[in-house]
């Protein structure tokens, strides 16, 4: 997840669908990756990809380091691949200094009104990412996160605006229900459902499912897709490197997600992510490996399998 891979950035820089949804409809495909290289690069164009998704920190405005050029960069291959943004924001960085930390609603507002001024293409928001996540202010504050969606929702009436963002996490139904003390509309939610994917959970016990019974209105999947590997904060591997997981988590993801039931409900999906970061040898630059592409220090891996399935259904 991009909690996971933000540390990445300055590296980077260095270098700088689906079963239908109804009849006539079609799953929206976008991805969420970070480097703004992914829109220049080879492989990319082929993919026909109309929507990417972007994480920044809250208060990008005012940093002096990299992220303000990097998010510049970001946009600019956006704008010129006419692809659309959506931006999410989230804390100030990936510390445990930083954890639990956020701006109050008057500063989030001020924030909000000077991000759209200086980034007008920008008019598809997440208000905070992974609300639910322990890392985030909004964890045990639902109010807070209720806050945040107004502040956006105020400083830009015809944006969209997610009405929330969740992890599928075993607090997601206890939040959520919090959250709905102060929200009340029929807006669109955003989850980012990786274990259900990659757990292979049972449809009838997804969050995948679960989400649309709690909510009403429709539902973009705003970060998901297949591991490759992944470490935890402990160095523990909890998974090995496997690009067959990857694949078959991926096409779960869509099966899911294109289940009778919920089907109607998803409009978007945002695979995350395009760049991976292990290497079938041992090799690994980050804890975490969803990527469309081989590693590659020089960004031009070769495509993975779960791409050239990613690719047959954004070409229907």
Known sequence: ???????????????????????????????????????????????????????????????????????????????????EPHIAFNIVDIKPKYFGKGPTPAQYLKMF????KKYPQVRSFTPW???????????????????????????????KILAADVLDDSNLT?????????????????IHNYQDANKHRAFSKSWTYTITKLVRGDIWSTEAGGLVGFKTT??????????????RAQKYLFTLMGNRKVRNRYKRVYIYDYYGTWTAGGKKTNRWDSGLLNYSATLNGKPRPAYYDLKKLTRR
């Open 1 to 83: 997840m991009v909690l996971r891979k933000l540390t990445l950035l300055t590296l980077a820089l260095a270098v700088l669908a689906v079963p239908a949804a109804s009849a006539g409809a079609k799953l929206q495909i976008g991805i969420s990756e970070q480097n703004p290289n992914m829109f220049h690069n080879k492989y990319f164009a082929p993919l026909r990809i109309k929507y990417a998704r972007m994480v920044v920190p809250w208060n990008i405005l005012t940093r002096k380091d990299y992220w303000p050029s990097y998010l510049q960069a970001w946009l600019d291959g956006a704008k010129a691949t006419g692809v």
């Open 234 to 247: 402990k160095g523990r591997v909890a998974y090995k490197y496997s690009l067959t997981r990857q694949r």
């Open 174 to 190: 206890s939040w959520l229900r919090k959250y709905k003390r102060y929200y009340h509309g029929t807006g669109t939610w955003g």
């Open 129 to 159: 990412n992974e609300e639910n996540h322990a890392f985030q202010p909004t964890a045990r504050k639902p109010k807070l996160a209720y806050s945040y969606y107004r502040m956006a929702r105020k400083a830009c009436p015809r944006c």
């Open 113 to 116: 009104k000077g991000f759209r």
